[in-house]
C-alpha cells in the first residue's frame, strides 16, 4: 500500500518561491503517474501538475505554466514541486497523489495535504 506525506507548505510573501516535497512510502511503478492538486474550500480539487514515474514527462496546469516545476527523485521516492513567482491565488491545500491524466478522480492514495498560503 503507497502512502503518500506533502511538506513544505508555509507563508510566503506575493513574488516569492516554495518547494513542495511529496514523500512516499511503498512501491511507485514505471507506470504511475505522480500528482500534484491543489484545493480551497468550497472548490473542486485542481490539478497541478503531473510527473511519469518513468520517463520524467511532465504536465502542467494552465494556472501554474512557466511558474512551477514538478520533478522526482527515483531513488528517494519522492517528488517535488518547485513553485516561483507565487501569488495570493495560489493560496491553497497541496496534495499528492498517484493515478493519471488531469482529473483528481482518475487519482487515489492521496496524501493529507500541506498548507501554502502567499499574502500580498
Known amino acids: 500500500q503507497l502512502q503518500l506525506v506533502e511538506s513544505g507548505g508555509g507563508l510566503v510573501q506575493a513574488g516569492g518561491s516554495l518547494r513542495l516535497s511529496c514523500a512516499a512510502s511503498g512501491r511507485i511503478f514505471i507506470y504511475d503517474n505522480m500528482g500534484w492538486f491543489r484545493q480551497t474550500p468550497g472548490k473542486e480539487r485542481e490539478f497541478v501538475a503531473l510527473?511519469?514515474?518513468?520517463?520524467?514527462?511532465?504536465d502542467y496546469g494552465n494556472s501554474v505554466k512557466g511558474r512551477f516545476t514538478i520533478s522526482r527523485d527515483i531513488a528517494k521516492t519522492t517528488v517535488y514541486l518547485q513553485m516561483n513567482s507565487l501569488q495570493p491565488e495560489d493560496t491553497a491545500i497541496y496534495y499528492c497523489?498517484?493515478?493519471?491524466?488531469?482529473?483528481?478522480?482518475?487519482?487515489?492514495?492521496w496524501g493529507p495535504g500541506t498548507q501554502v498560503t502567499v499574502s500580498s
Open positions: 510527473i511519469t514515474w518513468s520517463t520524467g514527462t511532465t
Open positions: 497523489a498517484r493515478g493519471y491524466g488531469t482529473k483528481a478522480a482518475t487519482y487515489s492514495n
